[in-house]
């Protein structure tokens, strides 16, 4: 998979060509607002009306997601093209020019709630000679915990290169003094694999933070099973349990929707024989 | 950027304390309708700052009417609160730009988008 964030430092990979096929393309759409639904999901704000911080908020497609749930948000991005197709497209919420590196420019305790769809994988790269990534992360993650109100949540949907960065950025979101962790929905498939990273700035009064529940892991199937001799002498010719055509499909079915495909439902019909043919 | 947003801002510059505001100097701006909801607003009136709030809306000619301070907002009074509203959501600097009152530093609004973008030297 090609990774943006090799190309070019964000304010140029950026341009004028990509902000308009994120307008125009409807895949691009699709994607970015099952992204943002599932972020807002995430996030649990307590009621509407709340105010929100959209961080890498591009042409504001993410932003159209919060309206719609019934919030106000204010944008920032890194990318001025970006920001402009957002005005011209109007969205409902307020845009601002700034690199999250440099940190946030919010007075303490501004926003319910924090989104960030597909961006924070930026800051781990040096885009010039005097930048420190370790160093651009932990005044990310100070200033986005000071501009958040206590107890508040932020919901970040990345996508990590390899698993030492994913130590780093964890790592550096609880040096910053934020609770929560990283959430992997659909983990046992390469495609629908999602990472939101659900941190929780502080406690309000009598708030528990529940741990939310990733998509996909509804059985253990990477689990070792347990067998003995006599069930191995149960066991048909290739090794393998005889199980009925039907229990075959139903598992099938069973594995393709914890990998997030669209499969049918189960009904009374699965599996059975057509009819035959005139 | 409207001045909810400009309220909630503070000065990026490692110089300044973060709970400072930015002055405005608007060149530009337009009036655009939005949604009156009274829920939001008593919100995020609890969350402003009311003196930087009255300056920037008297600096924009549109601080008539509004109260002094925030004890006398009374939420029940409509004709009031729709003022607070106008003042809060409906008026946009398109051009201008934010002053940095501890620095000096300015940061150019342009088509309604500030840019708080800093340079290497100032991080």
């Known amino acids: ?278 | 950027m409207i001045l909810l947003t400009h309220n909630m801002l503070a000065s990026p510059m490692k110089e300044a304390s973060k709970q400072l505001h930015l002055k405005i100097e608007c060149e530009e701006k337009v009036e655009k309708e939005q949604e009156y909801n009274a829920d939001f607003l008593n919100r995020m009136i609890e969350r402003i700052d009311w003196n930087s709030f009255c300056a920037a809306a008297q600096s924009l000619d549109v601080g008539n009417g509004l109260p002094e301070s925030k004890e006398q907002v009374d939420s029940s009074n409509e004709e009031q609160m729709k003022k607070i509203h106008h003042a809060l959501m409906e008026v946009d600097v398109v051009k201008g730009s934010l002053v940095c009152t501890e620095t000096g530093r300015k940061f150019p609004i342009a088509a309604g988008i500030p840019n708080m973008l800093l340079n290497q030297d100032e991080l």
């Open chain 1, 1 to 278: 998979m090609s990774r943006p964030e090799h190309v070019a430092p964000p304010e140029l990979f950026y341009s004028r060509d990509e902000a308009k096929k994120y307008a125009t393309s409807s895949r691009m759409r699709e994607i970015q607002t099952s992204l943002t639904e599932r972020a807002i999901e995430l996030l649990a704000l307590p009621d509407e009306n709340s105010y929100v911080l959209d961080i890498g908020c591009g042409s504001g497609l993410s932003g159209e997601c919060l309206t719609e749930a019934g919030h106000v948000w204010v944008g920032c991005d890194i990318s001025k093209d970006m920001l402009e197709v957002s005005k011209e497209q109007e969205v409902e919420g307020d845009v601002i020019l700034n690199d999250m590196g440099q940190g946030l420019p919010f007075r303490p305790g501004t926003f319910d709630g924090c989104v960030s769809i597909s961006a924070i994988q930026w800051l781990c790269n040096a885009e010039t000679s005097t930048s420190n990534p370790y160093r651009r992360l932990l005044t990310f993650f100070t200033s986005l915990y000071r501009s958040l109100v206590q107890g508040g949540r932020a919901v970040l949907q990345w996508y990590p290169e390899n698993p030492q960065q994913m130590e780093l950025v964890t790592s550096c979101a609880m040096r910053c003094g934020f609770g929560g962790g990283l959430l992997v929905d659909y983990p046992h498939s390469t495609r629908a694999k999602k990472y939101f990273l659900v941190i929780y700035a502080g406690q309000r009064d009598g708030q528990i933070h529940k741990a939310p529940k990733a998509l996909g892991t509804e059985d253990a199937q990477n689990e070792a099973r347990f067998e003995n001799k006599r069930d191995r002498a149960h066991k048909g010719k290739r090794g393998r349990e005889d199980i009925s055509k039907k229990e075959w499909v139903k598992n099938k079915k069973q594995r393709q929707r914890a990998q997030g495909k669209a499969v049918p439902e189960d009904s009374k019909y699965t599996a059975r024989r057509r009819g035959p043919k005139f």
